[in-house]
C-alpha cells in the first residue's frame, strides 16, 4: 500500500522558516515525479513545486521562487520543502503527491498518490 506522509507544518511568523518533509512508502518511485501543493481556505489547491525522483529537474511557481526548494533523499525516501522568507500568503495546508505522469506545472489530475497534507500557517 502506497503511503506518502507529510510532516513539519506549524505555526511561523511573517520572515521565518519551515521544512516539510514528505516520507514515501509501499513501491519503488523510481520513475516518479513528485509534488508539493498547498490549498487555502476557499481556494483550489496549487501546484507550488516539482522535482523528479532523481532530483534532476526543479520547477517552481512563480510567487516561490528564491524562496523555496525542493528536493529528494532516494536514501531516505523522502521529499522535502525548504521555505523561507515566508509570506502570509503562504498560508494553507500542503500536500505531497507523486506520479509517474507528473510534469512541471501540470495540476492534480497528474499525481496518483496524495498524503493527507500538513498545515502551515503564516501570521502577520
Known amino acids: 500500500q502506497v503511503q506518502l506522509v507529510e510532516s513539519g507544518g506549524g505555526l511561523v511568523q511573517a520572515g521565518g522558516s519551515l521544512r516539510l518533509s514528505c516520507a514515501a512508502s509501499g513501491r519503488t518511485f523510481v520513475g516518479y515525479a513528485m509534488g508539493w501543493f498547498r490549498q487555502a481556505p476557499g481556494k483550489a489547491r496549487e501546484s507550488v513545486a516539482y522535482v523528479t525522483w532523481n532530483g534532476a529537474r526543479t520547477d517552481y511557481v512563480d510567487s516561490v521562487k528564491g524562496r523555496f526548494t525542493i528536493s529528494v533523499d532516494n536514501t531516505k525516501n523522502t521529499m522535502y520543502l525548504e521555505m523561507s522568507s515566508l509570506k502570509p500568503e503562504d498560508t494553507g495546508v500542503y500536500y505531497c503527491?507523486?506520479?509517474?505522469?507528473?510534469?512541471?506545472?501540470?495540476?492534480?489530475?497528474?499525481?496518483?498518490?496524495w498524503g493527507q497534507g500538513t498545515q502551515v500557517t503564516v501570521s502577520s
Open positions: 503527491a507523486a506520479g509517474t505522469a507528473a510534469g512541471p506545472g501540470l495540476g492534480t489530475n497528474a499525481y496518483r498518490y
